[in-house]
């Protein structure tokens, strides 16, 4: 079956950094997503790996092992405004979307 | 896990038919059910929220004669694309939302794999 894990909760202090990952067993790849989702709003876009490496975007890098089947989600600098859940996605070889269950991040002061 | 699952998967039409897309929550019940709709690599857009045995509540600039939804029971919406133009195709993205019991309840929302609507 297709699989996506990722923490169900994490804390951390406000001005650190934090990393949340993301396993994935799935039929076929077409790139991993990610998405910030503060509650009672839509999901928003943060960053699409379809190939190995790191990629960097202001306080937010994701990185991708498609042979490890991996990826994190870095984010630095944390401000109180990233307490919020973020969803690892797959799309798999029929292009559908395949959803982890989110990871609430929690900041404290 | 909670499950929701869409159908179709996929679905090629030619402009001026409707489309029909289903989305179910498997496992639970869900009495609010959210539809958006996803351009490549940009956010998902909230077009409705769909409220079990009530009329759905469309975001400003969403068609509601255009993008019909019915939420009929607790573990079934659908949203149709009436007259169907190039300009609706995109990626079509249910949620379904678990309300956990209690005073302090846990709200979650679970995703469908999405529907690839193409015009012609």
């Known amino acids: ?109 | 896990g909670a499950v929701v699952s869409q159908h179709p998967s996929w679905v090629i039409c030619k402009s001026g038919t409707s489309v029909k897309i289903e989305c179910r929550s498997l496992d639970f019940q869900a009495t609010t059910m959210f539809w958006y709709r996803q351009f490549p690599k940009q956010s998902l857009m909230l077009m409705a929220t769909s409220n079990e045995g009530s009329k759905a509540t469309y975001e400003q600039g969403v068609e509601k004669d255009k993008f019909l939804i019915n939420h009929a029971s607790l573990t079934l919406s659908t949203l149709t694309v009436t007259s169907a133009h190039p300009e609706d195709s995109s990626f079509y993205i249910c949620s379904a939302r678990l309300l956990a019991g209690g005073p302090l309840s846990t709200d979650t929302q679970y995703f469908g794999p999405g529907t690839r609507l193409t015009v012609l």
């Open chain 1, 1 to 109: 079956g297709q699989n996506i894990d990722q923490p169900t909760e994490m804390t951390a202090t406000e001005g650190a950094i934090v990393q949340i990952n993301c396993t994935y067993q799935t039929s076929g790849f077409n790139g991993l997503f990610w998405y910030q989702q503060h509650a009672g709003e839509a999901p928003t876009f943060l960053s699409y790996n379809v190939l190995d490496g790191l990629e960097e975007k202001g306080r937010f890098s994701s990185f991708l092992s498609r042979s490890k089947g991996y990826s994190y989600l870095l984010l630095k600098e944390l401000q109180m405004k990233d307490s919020a859940s973020y969803l690892c996605a797959v799309m798999d070889s029929n292009y559908q979307l395949i959803w982890g269950a989110g990871t609430k991040l929690i900041i404290k002061p």
